[in-house]
């Protein structure tokens, strides 16, 4: 036997002895580091109350990558770290964010480790599961912190990806603390309006800043816009009064929308019919992502089929969201096919400037004897208890304030499409809308002006059923148009 070797297995021993201790003590720095196991030191973390296992309502949770430690050593996840460090370093120079600060990461454990990197110890993230020591578990209905605890939130892209983002943007603003700073990274504001709608998602807050910044990883060249908003001790949240200002975001909207018709047609069964090829959906001018809810109003519904069947649920851009469908008809004869309708509900009153009970007349609708005669039912109109004599059948409905009723409905959180066709009563529904500033909840309108049009089947005759003209109806398009309404007009 070589007498070397006794010393050589002896040395190789020692070194490997001390390759193991070397990478412990690595190990047990780099955990030192990062440390953190259910909330950062001192953290005030929200402790929801005990629940049954099973719950009325679906909770969502936040998406937000939960990788293993190994993964956070891989090539790939750090270049993910440095990219958040080189978009967070900012906020830091400009005193947003320093390193004392309490901030929480939306987006995913690589946010908070970058933080962290910079210096602000007590940082973390958010998501579905626990995975110390960066990331601890919540949902975007209830984030694990106390009200007015948090100093920064950087929610990344955790909106764009939210699947209600109305309710992460509300526990956002809620953990954050007065004067603290939220901001968010998106792709989808690259317009007026889907930059208003996340504002309003955020009542308490105001924008102090917006840029746009590269968005470059892992081969991705597209850019992003970054809002910084800071949370304003004066805000209430709510707007006051009867008064609303149509913002510059639904005026830029107006620019791309199809031009009046303004020459009265002669033929306005077809003409009118015939320009629903021209309409630009909303939907196909902005993003409309950023809404609490998705609502369709049809007043003057008629039957499921008129409408809510045959167009809007086949033909109107949705962007993939559900929406919430109210059919407001005060003819009795179409109220029972709703029953089986999922999704809808049915208002079966007549939409009116006050609450009342009015006369209801179904006679035919010159131009519409075809969709009369498929329905079996003639058009029907509401008309105030006066001495004026009426031709068709008569009956008395239910009417309420439709005006207030939008308002206890929806907010301008809400996407509200509204078909209106209400056989002359736009000329009371619409002025009421604009007193009661219930016309800024609406985003898009879908308007048949009744007219004294000529008749399809006596030529060069108009139609006695209604006493405006068409430059009255034009006049009406054009003051919703001037008012900042995308309204177009229906047939």
């Known amino acids: 036997m070589d007498p070397s070797s006794p010393p050589r297995r002896c040395s190789l021993l020692r070194r490997l002895l001390i390759l193991a201790v070397a990478a412990l003590a690595l190990r047990l720095l780099y955990g030192t580091f990062l440390a953190v196991s259910t909330g950062p030191a001192g953290w005030p973390l929200y402790r929801p109350a005990a629940t049954t296992a099973t719950t009325a309502t679906r909770t969502h949770v936040v998406k937000a990558d939960v990788p293993s430690p190994e993964v956070w050593r891989t090539r790939r996840w750090r270049r993910a770290v440095e990219y958040h460090a080189a978009v967070i370093a900012p906020h ?3 005193g947003a964010l320093s390193p004392a600060s309490r901030a929480v990461c939306l987006g995913g454990a690589q946010e908070a480790l970058a933080m962290r990197e910079l210096g602000v110890a007590k940082a973390v993230a ?5 995975a110390p020591p960066l990331v601890v578990a919540g949902d975007d209905r209830r984030l694990p912190f106390d009200a007015s605890s948090v100093d920064f939130v950087f929610a990344g892209r955790a909106l764009d990806a939210a699947k209600l983002p109305a309710d992460l943007a509300a526990e956002a603003a809620r953990i954050l603390k007065t004067e603290g700073h939220l ?5 989808s504001a690259a317009d007026a309006y889907s930059l208003r709608s996340i504002q309003a998602l955020l009542p308490s807050l105001r924008l102090v800043r917006s840029r746009e910044i590269d968005a470059t990883q892992d081969g991705d060249s597209s850019t992003l816009r970054e809002l910084v908003f800071q949370k304003n001790p004066h805000a209430t949240g709510t707007s006051s009064g009867n008064n609303c200002s149509v913002g510059d975001h639904k005026l830029q909207l107006l620019a791309h929308a199809e031009p009046l018709i303004q020459e009265e047609p002669l033929k306005p069964w077809l003409t ?21 809810r998705y609502v369709y109003v049809d007043v003057g519904a008629r039957s499921y089929g008129s409408s809510i069947g045959s167009w809007f649920r086949k033909q109107y851009p949705k962007q993939n969201h559900t929406f919430q469908v109210f059919a407001i008809e ?7 096919e709703y029953a089986a309708k999922k999704g809808v509900t049915l208002l079966p009153y007549a939409a009116w400037v006050k609450n009342e009970t009015l006369r209801f007349e179904i006679n035919g609708d010159p131009g519409k004897e075809d969709e009369a005669k498929a329905n079996g039912r003639g058009m029907g109109r509401i008309r105030p208890a006066t001495g004026k004599k009426m031709s068709g059948e008569v ?4 009417a309420f304030d439709f005006a207030e009723w939008l308002k206890q409905t929806v907010t301008e959180q809400d996407y509200v499409v509204m078909k209106m066709d209400v056989e002359g009563t736009e000329f009371d529904l619409i002025p009421r809308l604009f007193d009661t500033g219930a016309i800024c909840l609406v985003d898009e309108l879908f308007l048949e002006c009744h007219y004294n049009r000529w008749q399809k089947c006596c030529p060069g005759e108009r139609s006695p059923k209604y006493e405006n003209t068409y430059e009255e109806c034009l006049d009406l398009f054009s003051s919703l148009r001037e008012s900042g309404v995308l309204v177009h007009q229906w047939w």
């Open 395 to 398: 009956r008395s409905v239910p």
């Open 126 to 130: 958010v998501a579905r599961k626990r």
């Open 183 to 187: 901001v968010v990274l998106t792709s």
């Open 330 to 336: 005060a003819d009795p004869a179409f109220h029972s």
């Open 92 to 94: 830091l120079a400009a």
């Open 272 to 292: 009118l019919k015939r320009n629903i090829k021209n309409i630009k959906y909303l939907p196909a001018l902005a993003d409309i992502s950023f809404k609490r």
